[in-house]
């Protein structure tokens, strides 16, 4: 191999791992950066309860950037993402989630939103829970219409326990 071949061999292998190295930063700042959005998103990814003397169960809950309270939790044993909000009635599971956790539709209902009148289907949860606050036996309606991941924690859930807001806050209570 002669001296100018051997040289444009180094070249290619150098741009080459150049464009390696790039590659890899790229995917590492990709992977850091998502994990910051998802941290802005759901700030309580991992929650923690803590136990009064009396037998209270408390969680507190950090608002998202967006004002909203976002929080990892858990329906009967499956990991999934809720949004609490006391405007719900019930808890709103989008078809894709009750897919994959296993939820059966039941009776179709009639349900009221702010898109309009749209139909979502009755289905019973045997377990739900924030932290070590567990409630059983709550109803849901499967919603059909609800283009997310997340799961609405509505009032069939947070009217069995207390709340509390306190500036970016929200403090979630069970007594036993």
Same mark, same amino acid.
């Given at each position: 191999?002669?001296?100018?071949?051997?040289?444009?061999?180094?070249?290619?292998?150098?741009?080459?791992?150049?464009?390696?190295?790039?590659?890899?930063?790229?995917?590492?700042?990709?992977? &850091?950066?998502?994990?910051?959005?998802?941290?802005?998103?759901?700030?309580?990814?991992?929650?923690?309860?803590?136990?009064?003397?009396?037998?209270?169960?408390?969680?507190?809950?950090?608002?998202?950037?967006?004002?909203?309270?976002?929080t990892s939790g858990e329906i009967?044993?499956?990991?999934?993402?809720?949004?609490?909000?006391?405007?719900?009635?019930?808890?709103?599971?989008?078809?894709?989630?009750?897919?994959?956790?296993?939820?059966?539709?039941g009776r179709a209902f009639p349900?009221?939103?702010?898109?309009?009148?749209?139909?979502? &289907?009755?289905?019973?949860?045997?377990?739900?829970?924030?932290?070590?606050?567990?409630?059983?036996?709550?109803?849901?309606?499967?919603?059909?219409?609800?283009?997310?991941?997340?799961?609405?924690?509505?009032?069939?859930?947070?009217?069995?326990?207390?709340?509390?807001?306190?500036?970016?806050?929200?403090?979630?209570?069970?007594?036993?």
């Open positions: 191999m002669s001296q100018q071949q051997e040289h444009s061999e180094q070249k290619r292998m150098g741009t080459v791992m150049q464009i390696l190295a790039w590659v890899v930063f790229l995917a590492l700042g990709v992977f &850091y950066f998502s994990d910051v959005l998802e941290e802005q998103y759901n700030p309580n990814r991992q929650v923690q309860t803590q136990y009064a003397q009396d037998g209270v169960r408390e969680v507190v809950l950090q608002r998202n950037k967006f004002g909203h309270y976002v009967n044993g499956q990991s999934v993402t809720f949004m609490l909000d006391t405007g719900a009635t019930g808890v709103a599971v989008p078809d894709a989630v009750a897919q994959r956790i296993g939820l059966k539709r349900t009221q939103t702010a898109n309009g009148v749209s139909t979502s &289907y009755a289905a019973r949860l045997d377990q739900v829970g924030v932290g070590d606050i567990v409630l059983e036996n709550v109803s849901a309606g499967i919603t059909p219409g609800l283009q997310t991941e997340q799961v609405l924690l509505g009032m069939s859930f947070l009217k069995h326990i207390e709340f509390t807001q306190r500036g970016n806050i929200l403090i979630l209570r069970q007594y036993r």
